[in-house]
């Protein structure tokens, strides 16, 4: 890998040297990240820390000496920043008080929200500036009822640094129809339970029907009219997460047939259809029906719309993506589902050029956000919980629970792409990695080059 690398470096050189009116030396493209630790006291700091597996009793971790620092900076503290509580823990023991730093309540609050995000009251002393909120749970989503389902959504209007994607969640009961329509942008999307049917037809005047279960998914291009109909299969019908390529989706500005046709002349429908009768066309809605219930749709017997990507095994979990390579249809969406087992993680990593919109779907997680120039900060998520982290900022996915964490990553883009750290140093010559962290031999033997994705405990 290296002498492949002097070579291209060489040929690099050599263009240098005989260009005309060139500058003298080449200048190399680097990627190189300033990686400045948190400064942290020479003196002896003693910390207080909580085991989230379930200990309600702040313990004294282990004093940490910051030993020598380095040319320029000191060391960066070793010592633990877990979260200080879990959803199970003693209320009593929720306060906003880390390393002596903090003080206790004394108005009122919303502990069992407290519960759920440790790290937002109580951050990690690692946590440094402002990276804007990468959080929202579905459940503080403004949910539309209608006969026959639900609908709620979450876009930038809740989300502001969710950008580049929305996202809708629905529920249909069995039979119910999430009317005939289109968008503006594609929709791509996750079955979460039940089985439901899916219609459409393209520009060429093909037609599509297909039925989609747990774990499946669909895609529509931008513009492909389409319907969404739970069949029998589950007596409580089906639900979905519905993701679009655009930050500022809104549910309600999708183009419905009923709300297009409530809105046009009666005459022109006629000439339109060439209809013989006034009758024929008198029982459209006056508005839009959006969902509603209907007789179970017939079992079709066409191909599954999802594509069948088995898994890949990993030492701390799994992953499985689906983008434009497997899914040929979804070239604005990729995606990946991945699972993380008790005290394993989704290693540390970055998308270079797309942002992460993220699904939790089991378990109980644990992300820092690293923003650049100091600034980073840790969120805490649960089952129906959004994440979101911005191209290129650096993060990880922590399972904090005695269950395995599973979530879906999903990308405004046609291929599925990050970069691991663990591979980045062990592709990287090692005196230059020694330098930067001043890592030994072992160390540095123990990097992995290829991408570990999901590693399990040490």
């Known amino acids: 890998m290296f002498a492949l690398g002097l070579v291209n470096l060489v040929l690099l050189a ?4 005989c260009a005309p009116a060139a500058s003298s030396g080449v200048e190399s493209a ?7 630790p948190i400064s942290a006291s020479s003196a002896s700091v003693v910390t207080a820390s909580a085991v989230a597996s379930g200990t309600d009793t702040l313990v004294a971790s282990s004093t940490d000496s910051a030993p020598e620092s380095t040319a320029t900076v000191p060391f960066a503290s070793t010592d633990p920043n877990v979260p200080l509580w879990n959803e199970d823990s003693d209320p009593s023991i929720v306060q906003p008080i880390r390393e002596g730093l903090g003080a206790k309540i004394m108005g009122p609050d919303n502990i069992p929200i407290d519960l759920q995000n440790p790290d937002l009251l109580t951050p990690p002393t690692t946590d440094s500036g402002t990276v804007k909120n990468a959080k929202w749970p579905f459940s503080f989503s403004h949910n539309r009822l209608q006969t026959g389902g639900w609908a709620r959504q979450e876009n930038i209007g809740v989300m502001p640094i969710a950008t580049a994607m929305a996202s809708v969640n629905m529920r249909l009961e069995p039979g119910a129809v999430r009317e005939l329509h289109w968008h503006k942008t594609s929709e791509w999307a996750y079955v ?30 931008a513009g492909i009219p389409h319907s969404l109909q739970a069949t029998g299969d589950d007596p409580d019908g089906s639900e979905f997460i519905l993701v679009f390529d655009d930050g500022d989706f809104s549910e ?7 709300d297009w046709l409530a809105h046009v002349p009666a005459e022109v429908i006629q000439k339109n259809f ?13 508005k839009e029906l959006y ?4 007789d179970v749709p017939a079992d079709d017997a066409q191909i599954p719309v999802s594509p069948q990507v088995p898994p890949t095994q990993l030492s701390g979990g799994s992953v499985r993506i689906v983008d434009s390579t497997t899914f040929k249809v979804s070239n604005t969406i990729a995606a990946a589902e991945v699972t993380v087992e008790p005290g394993a993680i989704r ?3 970055w998308h270079p050029t797309m942002d992460e919109w993220s699904f939790f779907l089991e378990g109980e997680g644990r992300v820092t956000i690293f923003a650049s120039q100091g600034t980073a900060r840790t969120f805490n998520y649960q089952p129906g919980d959004i994440g979101y982290v911005p191209t290129a900022m650096g993060h990880y996915v922590e399972n904090t629970g005695n269950s395995t964490l599973r979530f879906l990553e999903i990308f405004n883009t046609d291929r599925f792409q990050d970069i691991s750290l663990n591979q980045w140093l062990a592709l990287t010559p090692p005196e230059l990695v020694k330098a930067h962290l ?7 033997s123990h990097l992995s080059k290829t991408k570990p994705v999901v590693m399990g405990p040490a």
């Open 438 to 444: 001043g890592l030994d031999d072992e160390t540095i």
């Open 252 to 258: 309600d500005s999708t183009f419905l047939l009923t």
């Open 291 to 294: 969902i509603f219930p209907a």
């Open 274 to 286: 060439q209809a013989t009768s006034p009758e024929a066309f008198a029982h459209i809605p006056a």
């Open 347 to 349: 290693e540390l990593h």
């Open 14 to 17: 050599r263009l240098a040297y």
């Open 30 to 36: 680097s990627a190189s990240a300033s990686l400045a």
């Open 192 to 221: 979460l339970k039940g089985t439901t049917q899916v219609t459409a037809v393209d520009s060429e005047g093909r037609n599509f029907i297909g039925n989609v279960g747990p774990g499946d998914l669909w895609f529509f291009p």
